[in-house]
């Protein structure tokens, strides 16, 4: 059990290399200037959850920063997934703290009788949206709670804790007047400590079959982890009823999934079986597929799902056999699911990838192939009998298609959209979903005669995003824009039900995100939702999202920052550049416009946007795309298009004479820190760097990283020329190295910052290590965030601002 549970001080881990000497040293916890600390600790602004039905909408409070007395306690990590054993619940997840309603433009009403200090999750409506329900975590448990929308007043159940780990936790009955629910199972017997001593050696075996896999953390490693994942997985189906009445169907298993069909008479239940995997996590585990009557007894048995640890390479690579089943949502009793033709291997030549097939209650007949893909499939956006659309994509081509076909017949009526998936001037956004006769999520369609349907998209375009809600009329591919933002504001649609009004997020730069009504004829607003500006200190900052030509032509853009009352007559800045890798396969897309102008401004705990209130211009968001055309992928250039991206964004600022261009500091997160001491190895732009949680030896992940889907072996001289690790002897510019210590994200193992951090040392380089304890790969305590703000900061004031 000791060896997935982690326990660590509550002190900062700090190894410092100085001018005195190197050493290793404890540290307590510090805080960040009053600039700093002040944005940190803003109130947080409320989520919303609207209904299905738009008339009704939830205003979910959230906390500040949990503690580190409670990031640090145990986490258990088995299969890929991280476990709070104390309440039998995942570690990681969205909390909030409070529910109110706002009944669309009326006031907002308290719900009564919510705990005091809840850790509310997994909210769910029911048919009529009378009631909700969701999960509250405590010290020890999760409850299941209900709160009727008429009365305003929520309370528990029943006492028994449900298993929030893995799966749906919870789900309405198809009437919804009882809860479908997972439980630790009521005999479980406690956990008690095993002896220390093994009964053997742990031993995996390879038998001559390929059987690549990528970088994964908290595997299963032996066999006392497989007994903690029975333990700590293993669920009780119940279903219990409004009054508190409770009934049991089928036994304990460990539940991959679980859901009613749309007429509520039968339950597709998908169970982990083994043999479990010490190379894979659970998802890629074996399974079994079964359809149950609602009573809890066997109807049918799908077959078993077999370990998928023998995947080939490529990321339209999936399983040989049946995936993907699921309830057609427009139909009262009838699943579907997905074949491969092609083996699940991209690198065969084949010219149809996937079948979808079809079998419908009482689940006797043989199943019906529906309809066959060009690419690999990517899921159906089901409407009626008549109506669906099918959606593909293929990686290597990046490209896109959509169709309109008949799922009674399978007939294609018409191919909507062929195009690639990057280049986002032509994405028409995602299809307006409604609830049809079994309260499931189905196309909303027009009044009119003709095939027409509707979109929300981000809108992106030469003059940055803007939202817009499109009618599609399918047949004769005719589109009409029925609202679409304007400057200064962005304006997203959120929902929209065609009965004449809708609801938009809108925002400018000084004012903070808010929800209105929009009347479709008139466009006239009407406020929702009145959020406060959460950061009244950064008032009077400048914002401009600027562009900029890189050597090939390939325009580039970021959001600029300078600070208050600034002019250029003040001088040259120290300027900090934030920045994210993405590849492209298309200079087109890559030279595409992102993002947008009238955005409100949004700190979160990794932002750099901070130090525009420490004196710095500020660059966030920089363009850092990597461009691989025809046979060429984007990593053959990798180094040599991060320094063009540099380059040009220093010396755009230099020459409007914002940004010093002696003191410049280049930062990221993950990949953003990867990309960050690449920078430093092969370039001299820089007078610091700052890399958060990031992976500098790629052959610590052989068989891919982020896109890039060959092997080392493929391409060992691109795993070489990417890593920093490599060129360590190089990095001679000072570099801030701080990380997780429980990171679970794969391949930014805590080792990579370690054996880095070694490296330069070793090579006589400037470097600082912070390992935070008990933090993931986004970091969580009120104490590590604080604290990592002082880091920066000190970091930049020392090498970049005060530079000698």
Do not use: C
Not at 749 to 771: C, D, W
């Amino acid at each position: 059990m000791k060896k997935h549970l982690y326990f660590f001080g509550v002190t900062a881990f700090l190894i410092i290399n100085s001018q005195v000497g190197n050493a290793q040293v404890g540290a307590t916890y510090q805080q960040p200037p009053k600039e700093i600390l002040e944005l940190a600790n803003a109130p947080v602004t409320p989520s919303v959850n609207i209904s299905k039905s738009g008339n009704k909408i939830l205003i979910l409070s959230r906390p500040g920063y949990p503690s580190i007395e409670q990031v640090a306690q145990p986490v258990a990590g088995l299969a890929g997934l991280r476990i709070n054993p104390a309440t039998n619940g995942s570690a990681v997840g969205v909390l909030y703290s409070n529910i109110s309603l706002k009944e669309n433009n009326g006031k907002e009403i308290p719900i009564n009788g919510i705990p005091e200090k809840a850790r509310i999750s997994d909210i769910r409506w029911n048919k009529d949206e009378t009631k909700i329900a969701f999960t509250n975590e405590t010290e020890n448990k999760i409850e299941l709670w209900v709160a009727d929308l008429k009365s305003f007043s929520a309370q528990k159940l029943i006492d028994q804790p449900l298993n929030a780990i893995y799966g749906t936790t919870i789900q309405w009955n198809s009437e919804g007047t009882a809860i479908l629910g997972l439980f630790v199972p009521e005999n479980r017997k406690e956990l008690t400590e095993k002896s220390l001593v093994p009964e053997g050696p742990v031993i995996q075996e390879s038998l001559g079959k390929v059987a690549p896999s990528r970088t994964y953390q908290n595997l299963l490693q032996n066999k006392g982890d497989e007994d903690l994942f029975d333990y700590y997985l293993t669920s009780q189906i119940k279903l219990v009823s409004l009054n508190g009445e409770i009934k049991n169907l089928g036994n304990p298993a460990i539940y991959k999934s679980l859901s009613y069909s749309p007429d509520g008479n039968y339950l597709l239940v998908q169970t982990i079986e083994r043999p479990y995997s010490y190379l894979v996590p659970i998802y890629s585990f074996p399974f079994k597929t079964v359809i149950l009557n609602k009573e809890g007894d066997l109807i049918k048995d799908m077959g078993l799902t077999p370990l998928a640890e023998n995947i080939p390479i490529g990321f339209d690579a999936v399983i040989e056999g049946p995936r993907n089943y699921n309830w057609r949502p427009d139909k009262g009793s009838s699943i579907y699911w997905v074949e491969a033709l092609d083996g699940g291997n991209p690198n065969k030549d084949f010219s149809n990838r996937d079948a979808i097939f079809q079998l419908h209650a009482p689940f006797s007949d043989s199943p019906i192939k529906m309809i066959e893909t060009q690419y690999r499939y990517r899921g159906i956006d089901w409407g009626n009998e008549a109506n669906a659309i099918l959606n593909e994509r293929w990686w290597k081509t990046r490209k896109q298609k959509a169709t309109l076909f008949n799922p009674s017949n399978g007939n294609v009526i018409k191919v909507i959209a062929d195009r690639s998936y990057e280049d986002q001037y032509t994405d028409p956004g995602d299809f307006v979903m409604t609830q049809n006769e079994y309260n499931r999520s189905v196309l909303l369609f027009d009044k009119s005669k003709d095939v027409a349907v509707f979109t929300m998209s981000d809108g992106a375009s030469p003059e940055g995003d803007r939202p817009f809600l499109l009618k599609w009329n399918l047949n004769s591919g005719k589109q009409d824009t029925l609202f679409k933002s304007n400057k200064p504001y962005y304006e997203s649609p959120v929902f929209f039900d065609n009965k004449g009004t809708f609801i938009i997020s809108k925002e400018s730069i000084k004012e903070s995100p808010n929800y209105y009504n929009v009347n479709l004829k008139t466009k006239k607003l009407s406020k929702i939702t009145d959020f406060a500006d959460p950061y009244p200190s950064l008032n009077g900052i400048h914002k401009e999202q600027v562009f900029y030509p890189r050597k090939d032509s390939i325009t580039l853009s970021g959001v600029l920052y300078l600070p208050k009352n600034y002019s250029k007559e003040d001088g040259a800045l120290p300027l900090l550049i934030w920045a994210y890798p993405r590849e492209f396969k298309s200079s087109n897309a890559a030279d595409q416009v992102k993002g947008s102008p009238y955005r409100f401004t949004r700190i979160s705990w990794g932002s750099p946007i901070f130090w525009v209130m420490r004196g710095y211009a500020v660059l966030d968001n920089a363009d850092m795309p990597i461009v691989g055309t025809g046979d060429e992928q984007p990593n053959d250039s990798f180094v040599e298009q991060i320094k063009w991206n540099a380059e040009a964004a220093i010396n755009y600022l230099a020459d409007r004479g914002v940004a010093d261009p002696k003191r410049v500091a280049v930062g990221g997160h993950s990949y953003g820190a990867f990309m960050t001491a690449n920078l430093l190895a092969h370039t001299d732009l820089f007078a610091a760097g700052i890399a958060r949680s990031g992976a500098y030896n790629r052959t610590f992940t052989p068989f891919g990283f982020q896109a890039e889907e060959r092997t080392y072996w493929e391409a060992p001289e691109v795993y070489y020329k990417m890593s920093p690790f490599s060129f360590a002897d190089k990095i001679k510019t000072p570099l801030l190295l701080i990380h997780g210590i429980d990171d679970e994200n794969s391949g930014t193992f805590p080792i990579q910052s370690e054996r880095f951090y070694n490296a330069l040392k070793g090579q006589g380089g400037t470097a600082r290590l912070v390992m935070l304890p008990h933090e993931f790969h986004g970091y969580r305590a009120k104490e590590s965030v604080l604290h990592t703000l002082w880091e920066m900061d000190q970091w930049l004031e020392k090498y970049v601002k005060n530079k000698e």
